[in-house]
C-alpha cells in the first residue's frame, strides 16, 4: 500500500521560511514525477511546483524565486523549500507522486497519489 506522509507545517511569521517532507512507502518513486500543490480555504487545489525523474523542475509564476523543490531519490523522500513566505501562501499543502513512471506532474490529472496534507500559515 502506497502511502506519502508530508510533515514541516506550521505557522510562521511573514518573509519566514519553512521545509515541507513528502516521505513515500509502499513503492519506489525514483523515476515517478513528484510535486507539491496547496489548496487555500475557498479555492481549488492549485499546482506549486514539481521535479522530474531527471530533476527537471517547474513552478508556479506565485512562487517563482522563493519556492525550491528537491528529491532524494534515495530516501524515496521529496522537499519544497519555501522562503519569503507571504500571508497568500498559507494552505494546506499536499504532496504528489505521479500516475505511473516517467510521467511528469503539470495538472492534478497527472497525479496518481496524493499525501494527507499539512497546514501551512503564514502571519502578516
Known amino acids: 500500500q502506497v502511502q506519502l506522509v508530508e510533515s514541516g507545517g506550521g505557522l510562521v511569521q511573514a518573509g519566514g521560511s519553512l521545509r515541507l517532507s513528502c516521505a513515500a512507502s509502499?513503492?519506489?518513486?525514483?523515476?515517478?514525477?513528484m510535486g507539491w500543490f496547496r489548496q487555500a480555504p475557498g479555492k481549488e487545489r492549485e499546482f506549486v511546483a514539481a521535479?522530474?525523474?531527471?530533476?527537471?523542475?517547474d513552478y508556479a509564476d506565485s512562487v517563482k524565486g522563493r519556492f525550491t523543490i528537491s528529491r532524494d531519490n534515495a530516501m524515496n523522500t521529496w522537499y519544497l523549500q519555501m522562503n519569503s513566505l507571504k500571508p497568500e501562501d498559507t494552505a494546506v499543502y499536499y504532496c504528489?507522486?505521479?500516475?505511473?513512471?516517467?510521467?511528469?506532474?503539470?495538472?492534478?490529472?497527472?497525479?496518481?497519489?496524493w499525501g494527507q496534507g499539512t497546514q501551512v500559515t503564514v502571519s502578516s
Open positions: 504528489a507522486a505521479s500516475s505511473g513512471a516517467f510521467v511528469a506532474i503539470t495538472t492534478s490529472g497527472s497525479v496518481g497519489f
Open positions: 509502499g513503492r519506489t518513486f525514483g523515476t515517478y514525477g
Open positions: 521535479i522530474s525523474w531527471r530533476f527537471n523542475t
